[in-house]
């Protein structure tokens, strides 16, 4: 089955770190980039961080630049998203995407059930 | 505030027409395509329109997209009650990052 299965998320104080993961199955997992969305409570969509099939490339929204880290293991088929000194405003529900080619450009074919992050002391 | 601009609610009564606008400048929506996505009450995002205008299969054809200069489209004929849901622009920035609209809620009448 085709599927993103997000884990990591839970309650961490302000300054904190946590890790996220999202593992991949049922696709070629190296062909294709990777992307973190999250979503505020009742707010839109907002895109975090996109890295390359091979994990080379790595893209970062300004709100999370020098705090947030993307990688991959493309033997393992699994995506990450380290993230360090977490602000409250970095509560969310976290979103793993699969884009629809080599690059992150936006287009996410394939979404995860997210996963909720709040920073909160 | 996001870099695309949506209107923030649309409405529409079954088997109507709407269309949702999506605004964006040069470095984003001027330069590279438009993704659509639908997000229903309570679960994640699913993309409804890519690269401007495809649909992925299993999108009813009653769903549409255009993009013209730095603006876009998101069509919906034939309205159903079952469309009622948090629709999203979202296209790649030539500084290097994803940007999103902020959303444009659809209320079925």
């Known amino acids: 089955e085709v599927q993103l299965l997000e884990s990591g998320g839970g309650l961490v104080q302000p300054g904190g770190s946590l890790r996220l993961s999202c593992a991949a199955s049922g696709f070629t997992f190296t062909t294709y980039a990777m992307t973190w969305v999250r979503q505020a409570p009742g707010k839109g969509l907002e895109w975090v961080s996109g890295v390359s099939g091979s994990g080379g490339s790595t893209y970062y929204a300004d709100s999370v630049k020098g705090r947030f880290t993307i990688s991959r293991d493309n033997s393992k088929n699994t995506l990450y998203l380290e993230m360090n000194s977490l602000r409250s405003e970095d509560t969310a529900v976290y979103y793993c995407a699969k884009e629809g080619q080599w690059e992150p450009r936006a287009y996410l074919d394939l979404w995860g059930q997210g996963t909720l992050v709040t920073v909160s002391s | 505030q996001s870099v695309l601009t949506q209107p923030p609610s649309a409405s529409g009564t079954p088997g109507q027409r709407v269309t949702i606008s999506c605004s964006g400048s040069?470095?984003?929506?001027?330069?590279?395509?438009v993704n659509w996505y639908q997000q229903l009450p309570g679960t994640a995002p699913k993309v409804l329109i890519y690269r401007n205008n495809q649909r992925p299969s299993g999108v009813p054809d009653r769903f549409s997209g255009s993009k013209s200069g730095t603006s876009a489209s998101l069509a919906i004929s034939g309205l159903q009650s079952e469309d009622e849901a948090d629709y999203y622009c979202?296209?790649?920035?030539?500084?290097?990052?994803?940007?999103f609209g902020g959303g444009t809620k659809l209320t079925v009448l």
């Open positions: 979202a296209t790649w920035d030539d500084s290097l990052k994803g940007v």
């Open positions: 040069s470095s984003n929506i001027g330069s590279n395509p």
